[in-house]
Structures are given as structure tokens and as C-alpha cells.
């Protein structure tokens, strides 16, 4: 079975965001919610205020150390498309990691050919946020023989 395989959600992003994109998680569990004015997914600055404003940070998630000091909601990169293809490109961008990236997107899609067009096509037709973290993922070291 592959590690990557038991995660999903918001689990499923911190992972990405600690071991592909390298970011400082400084909490699993951590208040977050709508902006009402915005619609951006904020984290609420502390826990008395997420007490406070429990309409507005509904939500629980894992959220990131910023260079400020603030607490900044982890990307949502398994869901959002734009936020997966940030990983995208840091795992294309290396030598190191794009061959193994490509290997795990492979396998996770199931090859659909011999042919180059046959196996590009299976890759453009499955390509989703969700797969590309597990396929990022496991380039990284994700897989584990139980």
C-alpha cells in the first residue's frame, strides 16, 4: 500500500506542504474560516478570537508559519488546481525529482499504451490536484512497504 494512499483532505495538503513544498506547519488542527468581505480562507490569529468569532472560523485545518510571524491557512492543494500546479512545477523544475514524479504520475494513472501519445493523453485526462500530490508525494519518499 502506498502512505499517500491513507491521506486525504486537508491531511492530504500538509503533507505536500511539509515534504514537497517545504513549508513550517505550526499546526494541524488550527481555527480557520471565510473572510466574510473577502471569501479568503483565513486563519484566525489566536485562540481566544477563534472563540470569540466561532461563526467566522468554523473550520479546522493546518496552517503554516510565515516569515511575518502570522499564521497563514496551508494551500489547498489537493483540491484547488491552481495550488497543485505550484507543486507541479517544483517537482518539473529538478532533474532529482522530475524523473521520479513522472514515474509515480505513471503509476498512479496506469499506463493506457506504448505510445508516447497514448500514455500523454492517459496523464492530460487524469491529471486532478489530488493526483498530483500523491504523485509529488511519493516522488518524495511517500511510499512505504507495509
Known amino acids: 500500500m502506498i502512505q499517500t494512499d491513507k491521506l486525504t ?7 505536500v506542504a511539509e515534504r514537497v513544498m517545504g513549508l513550517k506547519i505550526a499546526h494541524h ?16 490569529p489566536s485562540l481566544e478570537e477563534a472563540r470569540e468569532l466561532s461563526w467566522l472560523y468554523y473550520e479546522r485545518g493546518p496552517i503554516q508559519v510565515c516569515p511575518r510571524g502570522c499564521r497563514e491557512p496551508v494551500p489547498f492543494y489537493s483540491r484547488d488546481i491552481a495550488d497543485a500546479w505550484l507543486v507541479h512545477e517544483r ?7 522530475l524523473w521520479d514524479y513522472a514515474r509515480e504520475m505513471n503509476a498512479l494513472v496506469g499506463s493506457r499504451g506504448i505510445r508516447k501519445i ?15 500530490c500523491r504523485a509529488a508525494l511519493a516522488a518524495m ?3 512505504v512497504d507495509e
Open 29 to 44: 488542527d488550527w481555527p480557520c474560516g471565510r473572510d466574510p468581505e473577502t471569501g479568503t480562507y483565513v486563519a484566525a
Open 9 to 15: 483532505g486537508r491531511a492530504l495538503d500538509a503533507a
Open 91 to 97: 517537482m518539473i523544475a529538478d532533474w532529482d525529482t
Open 118 to 132: 497514448d500514455v500523454t493523453m492517459g496523464l492530460l485526462q487524469a491529471l486532478t490536484p489530488e493526483l498530483i
Open 141 to 143: 519518499g511517500g511510499r
